[in-house]
């Protein structure tokens, strides 16, 4: 069966972008570079990324493109900064304050990369992306996140949905089933734990990760999207009945066992881990984990299911929604057409380089490819299928709210995993970091 992963997500984007096949295909490197720079003088690109794990597919397919780049132009070096997610935040953050932004950065859509855009620290992209097709070969719509008074600042990586890995071996030494409910998947908790199998695993160091489990179940007890939209339209506030429900539902997952002791001293990737070593037996995590987890241990033994619903609220079928990590060109890079190049021809070349080391699942770009035959797993296969589903869904909190709010909200959360908390003192913390940010 042959798969053309595109537009997956048209429901839930409210976007106006243009669609297309991607023209590149079967073109020469060369052909993509992108570049017309003849120039012999030696230039080093600093690239800061976010593919520090070399079991990652994704790190091993970023150092082969730009080994090829630096073949194609031996002047040309592209010095990498590899970092996990949280580390390389707070490493944009403190260079920007200096106004030293690496010649291409990372940034997240939306309301996180606003800061950045408004203190003008990014270069447009429009003319870039111009260059042999590239925008027709983005997903429709997908770089509307990315996009401020017409002007395009980054591209993205990824487009994805928050899933449920579940590993299948463990459920039946376990004696559980696949949960329908919340409910029951406290159950399927206990159970585990009871049996000494770790029920799931987090890397709560990285306070995202705790954050985008509990949006997911916001969406459910909210029974619907829109949630912090309401909040940012005064419509309600933190001190909703359904955000306290939200509260409540994640400290009961914690409080039953869920997370492996001493979640917030494991990073994203050693969290992560847990998982793709068989030492855990759930993982709730954006459909972006997929290429990692099929090159491990555990791959065929892994399925997924819908986060499910909350005392009977909410729709399966609405997902957490991530436009992806995006790559930025910083306005004041020295070799600011040198580095537009080079990320033209690293965005050209990033959808057939992601399919072969089997890293295609939830990109932003367009994959056309048999994904069975490319020897793709079940597990792939099944979360290709629940991409069908999406019918709407919120995105992050740090995606939606200003910083000031998002770090009071990432604190609350993380804090909950060492102490359990009356839900109406996290509303009322929610509710005085929002007041004391608007």
Not at 150 to 165: E, H, K, T
Not at 377 to 396: I, P, Q, R, T, Y
């Amino acid at each position: 069966m042959k798969l053309v992963l595109a537009g997956t997500l048209a429901l839930s984007l409210t976007a106006c972008g243009s669609g297309g096949d991607n023209g590149n295909e079967g073109k020469s490197d060369n052909a993509a570079a992108g570049g017309t720079n003849k120039s012999d003088k030696n230039i080093t690109i600093t690239f800061q990324n976010i593919y520090p794990d070399p079991t990652d597919p994704k790190n091993g397919m970023m150092k082969k493109i730009v080994k090829q780049y630096e073949t194609e132009h031996p002047n040309i070096k592209i010095e990498l900064d590899s970092l996990n997610t949280d580390q390389q935040k707070l490493k944009l953050k403190t260079q920007a304050a200096s106004k030293e932004v690496p010649d291409i950065t990372v940034v997240n859509p939306a309301a996180q990369m606003k800061p950045f855009v408004e203190a003008g620290l990014f270069a447009p992209l429009n003319d870039m992306v111009e260059q042999n097709g590239l925008k027709d070969t983005f997903q429709e719509g997908i770089l509307d996140w990315y996009t401020f008074d017409n002007n395009l600042y980054a591209l993205p990586d990824g487009n994805n949905i928050g899933v449920v890995y579940y590993n299948k071996e463990l459920f039946e030494q376990g004696g559980v089933e696949v949960p329908t409910t919340f409910e029951e998947m406290v159950e399927v908790v206990k159970a585990l734990k009871a049996k000494d199998i770790q029920p799931m695993a987090i890397g709560e160091k990285d306070t995202w990760t705790g954050s985008f489990l509990f949006m997911n179940m916001l969406l459910r007890t909210n029974n619907g999207p829109g949630f912090l939209q309401d909040v940012i339209d005064g419509k309600k506030t933190f001190e909703d009945p359904a955000f306290k429900d939200a509260v409540n539902s994640f400290q009961e997952l914690i409080q039953a066992g869920a997370f492996q002791e001493g979640a917030t001293s494991f990073d994203y990737n050693a969290g992560e881990n847990l998982f793709k070593t068989g030492k855990a037996a759930m993982y709730y995590m954006g459909s972006w984990a997929t290429g990692g987890i099929e090159t491990s241990s555990v791959n065929g033994k892994v399925g997924v299911f819908k986060f499910p619903t909350i005392n009977g609220k909410g729709n399966p079928d609405e997902f957490m929604l991530a436009p992806g990590s995006a790559f930025a060109i910083s306005a004041n890079s020295k070799h600011l057409q040198e580095t537009k190049d080079f990320l033209n021809y690293f965005m050209i070349n990033f959808p057939k380089e992601a399919f072969a080391v089997k890293g295609a699942v939830g990109l932003a770009q367009k994959v056309e490819g048999d994904f069975k035959e490319a020897g793709y797993s079940d597990m792939a296969m099944e979360v290709l299928s629940l991409f069908k589903d999406v019918k709407g869904g919120d995105l992050a909190f740090d995606n939606t709210m200003n910083p000031g709010t998002a770090q009071g909200h990432l604190t609350s959360i993380q804090n909950l995993f060492v102490q359990k908390k009356d839900a109406a003192d996290v509303a009322k913390e929610h509710q005085s970091a929002y007041d004391s940010n608007k």
